[in-house]
């Protein structure tokens, strides 16, 4: 091989290493924007909900360009990874909490799949963790006769229920009284949507609902998922305390639950450093990993102790548990 030749070949194998930096850093620069502008429409509302997972990826192309010593690229793959990585990361960091003087608060929130959940492990849950609110989802007749075989009502003898055949059934139950009760039904699935008032000692008056806005399962169903999330109830930070608890079909990487929150409320689990925990797989040995899609907000002036996902048998959710402290009345 002469001079020349030799000279070409390693012109031509920077370019590939050139080409093959920016192929790489492509993808995550236009899931970047993807995200921070809350572009997602299309089978991209699925996509985004994988955030977390392409975050972590996001250090590859950056790896890939430091070895590589590729300087333009590996500067833009850090900014796009510094970008990543910054709206996910802090959901593994406990956040400061308010200071409020008021009773504590243990919610458990659960999706029972068509009603198929294991009522005794709910039962169980509710007891070992001495949990006050149990707001469910896909509430059905069946579990609903079960579940007070079981003794949940011995438990959480206050209830706003809703039994339904199928998936769009909802329910609360609660250690103390709730009033101004009743259900709403969303207008995509008609999946409906429990809630009361409910009256804690040495607490103000809290609102809690059961929410289960339409599924983006396909491209069809979209305008169904907009106009449930769009239609949820916002936060009064300057009126009556709410929390809102339940299976959201959207994780903390979709715009419109971002929006939700904005209103007022904080995520429990984001708050807790609990973000990260996958709450729907599903598991049963289909290749997705799990993603965070149910989720307890709760108004903002309420301060978060801890968040915990416990598997429910015969879901393909898993419970979220909030421990919480309300301000005083």
């Known amino acids: 091989m002469t001079t020349t030749d030799a000279g070409r070949a390693t012109v031509r194998t920077r370019r590939i290493a050139t080409t093959a930096c920016w192929l790489t850093v492509a993808p995550v620069a236009a899931w970047a924007v993807l995200r921070l502008a809350g572009l997602e429409r ?38 796009i990874a510094l970008a990543l990585v910054g709206v996910v990361a802090p959901r593994a960091v406990a956040a400061g909490q308010p200071e409020v003087g008021g009773p504590t608060l243990r919610l458990l929130t659960a ?84 809630y009361g008032t409910l009256a804690v000692p040495g607490a103000p008056p809290l609102r809690v609902e059961s929410a289960h806005p339409a599924a983006p399962y396909a491209v069809e169903a979209l305008p169904d998922w907009w106009t449930d999330l769009r239609g949820q109830p916002p936060a009064t930070p300057r009126g009556r305390l709410s929390i809102l608890a339940g299976d959201f079909n959207a994780t903390l990487d979709h715009a419109p639950l971002r929006e939700l929150i904005a209103t007022g409320y904080v995520d429990a689990a984001d708050a807790a450093g609990a973000g990260l925990a996958g709450t729907w797989g599903p598991y049963d040995g289909d290749l997705i990993p799990p993603v965070t899609i149910d989720h307890v907000l709760v108004d903002r002036r309420i301060a978060v102790r801890s968040v915990a996902v416990h598997p429910v048998p015969g879901s393909d959710h898993r419970a979220v548990l909030a421990e919480l402290r309300l301000p005083a009345a």
């Open 42 to 79: 299309g089978p991209l509302v699925q996509a985004v909900a994988f955030t977390p997972y392409v975050a972590a990826a996001s250090l590859v192309p950056l790896v890939l360009a430091l070895a590589l010593r590729r300087r333009a690229a590996a500067v833009v793959a850090a900014v």
């Open 111 to 194: 999706n029972l799949l068509v009603g198929g959940a294991d009522p005794a492990r709910l039962v169980e849950l509710v007891r070992a963790h001495r949990v006050d609110v149990l707001a469910v989802q896909e509430f059905t007749p069946g579990i609903a006769a079960e579940l007070d075989r079981l003794g949940l009502a011995t438990l959480l003898p206050y209830q706003e229920l809703n039994p339904e055949v199928g998936t769009t059934g909802s329910g609360l139950y609660a250690r103390f009284p709730l009033s101004e009760g009743g259900f709403r039904r969303n207008p995509g699935f008609a999946f409906t949507q429990a």
